[in-house]
Structure formats: structure tokens, C-alpha cells
């Protein structure tokens, strides 16, 4: 463990279901992120919040919702999602201007 | 082309090898990380640098500022070595940007 627990660690969905995805850090860490690793790409960054609030959104999709309720939990909630939003959705946490990014160990999610 | 180009993107070394994988940037940066993923998915932090060079076990990380440049090594390279080993820079405030990852097989 990292210290950044990601649950549940696979997903199957369906194109017309409602899921979300939790992450909890407590490392006392006062920045989150959501990222997207799909098949062959680099990670690409989804979404940042520093200090609870989304300072960042990278031209994410409105069919994913990121919720931040407090500095300790993150949640990607998905709805009528796409096949090709199939892949490994990682959440990190750091300390602003810091750096020293910890890692969670993903979600696997096959959009079916 | 990417802001960060990773090489090679193949290693397939035997059991002992000094092994390098390295990372050319082409942005200013504020700090340089490399992280390790294994095929489960989970990703570990092994540095961030932002200048000179870092240790730790038998993993060595160098960056060079000006060229714009950073190099992982391994020495004495073990089977649980082999993972992916990827490079990200820190640009503005905490945005991360990554390479494609070098994916590294250490054969026994």
C-alpha cells in the first residue's frame, strides 16, 4: 500500500450505467488528481484539485464527474460512458509546490 | 512530437546488467520524477530531481538542466526489476507530464 487507496481495484460497467470511482489519502496531502491511462499512451492528466477545489480540467468529457467533499477523498463518478473509455484510471495525491507525488494503484474499467 | 520522449520504449537485459533508460524533455521544468509501474497497475515514485544526480539502493537518476536530459540506471539489474519505467515533468504549479514509458524485462 501507498498510502493512496483506490477502490474497487476492476469495473465492468455498461455504456448506460452509473458508477464511481473512490480515492482516499491519508497522507496529509492537500492536492488530488485524477489520471487516464489507456493501452499504449502515456498518462494523461484528467483532473486537479488543490486544497478542495478543481484548480484543472483537462478538456475532460462532461460523462465524467470529479468530486472532491474533502482533502482525504476524491471520487470520478462515470456516467454513459463509451467503449474507448476503457483503460486504468490512476489517482495520485502531493503536497502543493512540492511535488512528491504518491500513487494509487488504479481502477481497471471495461466500459462494455 | 511529445513534450517528454522516453528511450529506448524496449530493454530486455540478463540478470547483472547495468542497465539505462533516458529522458529527453523539451519544456521548462520545474522538478523531473521517475515513477515505476507493474503490471498490476500500481505506480511508485522512485525521484524527483531537479538538479544533479540522486541514489537510492541500486537505482541512480541523473538530470542534466541546460541539455535538458535525465538518465535512470540500474546496476547489478534483478528479474523484480522488470517493470515500466516512465518519466514525467513537472511543469506548472503541480501539472505532471508524461513519456510513453520504457517497458523493461530482466531475464534470470
Known amino acids: 500500500e501507498t498510502g493512496v487507496t483506490q477502490t474497487p481495484r476492476h469495473l465492468v460497467m455498461g455504456m448506460t450505467n452509473k458508477k464511481s470511482l473512490k480515492c482516499e489519502q491519508h497522507?496529509?496531502?492537500?492536492?488530488m488528481y485524477w489520471y487516464k491511462q489507456s493501452a499504449k499512451k502515456p498518462l494523461e492528466l484528467m483532473f486537479v484539485?488543490?486544497?478542495?477545489?478543481?484548480?484543472e480540467n483537462n478538456s475532460v468529457p462532461s460523462r465524467f464527474s470529479p468530486e472532491c467533499p474533502n482533502s482525504s477523498h476524491l471520487f470520478l463518478h462515470l456516467h454513459t460512458l463509451q467503449p474507448e473509455d476503457s483503460a486504468l484510471y490512476l489517482c495520485?495525491?502531493?503536497?502543493?509546490?512540492?511535488?512528491?507525488?504518491?500513487f494509487g494503484s488504479g481502477t481497471r474499467l471495461t466500459v462494455v | 512530437k511529445n513534450e517528454v520522449e522516453q528511450s529506448p520504449q524496449n530493454l530486455t537485459a540478463q540478470e547483472g546488467e547495468f542497465i539505462t533508460i533516458n529522458c529527453s524533455y523539451s519544456?521548462?521544468?520545474?522538478?523531473l520524477h521517475w515513477l515505476q509501474q507493474h503490471p498490476g497497475g500500481g505506480i511508485v515514485s522512485l525521484f524527483m530531481l531537479s538538479s544533479g544526480k540522486k541514489k537510492h539502493g541500486r537505482l541512480i537518476a541523473t538530470i542534466n538542466i541546460q541539455e535538458k536530459h535525465s538518465s535512470l540506471h540500474i546496476t547489478a539489474s534483478h528479474p523484480r526489476d522488470s517493470a515500466v519505467y516512465i518519466c514525467?515533468?513537472?511543469?506548472?504549479?503541480?501539472?505532471?507530464?508524461f513519456g510513453e514509458g520504457t517497458q523493461l524485462t530482466v531475464n534470470p
Open positions: 484539485y488543490n486544497f478542495k477545489e478543481q484548480t
Open positions: 497522507l496529509g496531502h492537500n492536492a
Open positions: 519544456v521548462g521544468i520545474s522538478a
Open positions: 495520485a495525491s502531493s503536497q502543493v509546490l512540492q511535488g512528491g507525488y504518491t
Open positions: 514525467a515533468v513537472q511543469t506548472s504549479g503541480s501539472r505532471l507530464t
